[in-house]
């Protein structure tokens, strides 16, 4: 499944939205991802607020290169692998997008439209079936 060019720019668009807040939207999402799933915190060693600029680095390197998934998937391979190790389940994949999904509703307010979730949620769907599919490799 690959995202029509119009969905790119949505994601990139919202994305540049983002950008100044990004560190916000980390902790956020870390903040609500554990409150939602305790059992997922001990999956997470370093700081979450390291885990947080680490998130939105690479969600924007991701978006950044949508255009281009054969680009994405040597990074995604190396994420995939070094997740494997931390003892990621694919089952872990479901909450985490839903709460990617509502940090990002809540960091965009006005900005989320359903033709931008619609674009976040592809997005999301391509970056986690190509982790799976690698750690299965």
Do not use: C
């Amino acid at each position: 499944m690959s995202l029509t060019a119009t969905e790119i720019k949505l994601v990139r668009d919202s994305w540049q939205i983002i950008n100044p807040v990004s560190r916000k939207m980390g902790e956020d999402f870390y903040a609500k991802l554990f409150e939602s799933h305790p059992e997922l915190r001990s999956l997470f060693k370093s700081d979450p607020k390291d885990q947080a600029m680490k998130l939105m680095f690479m969600l924007s390197y991701l978006v950044n290169r949508l255009d281009n998934v054969d680009d994405m998937k040597a990074e995604i391979i190396k994420l995939a692998n070094r997740h494997k190790n931390y003892g990621t389940d694919p089952a872990h994949f479901k909450p985490v997008g839903a709460t990617l999904m509502w940090s990002l509703k809540t960091n965009l307010g006005d900005h989320w439209t359903p033709d931008t979730e619609l674009a976040w949620g592809k997005t999301y769907d391509l970056i986690a079936r190509l982790m799976k599919e690698a750690v299965q490799q």
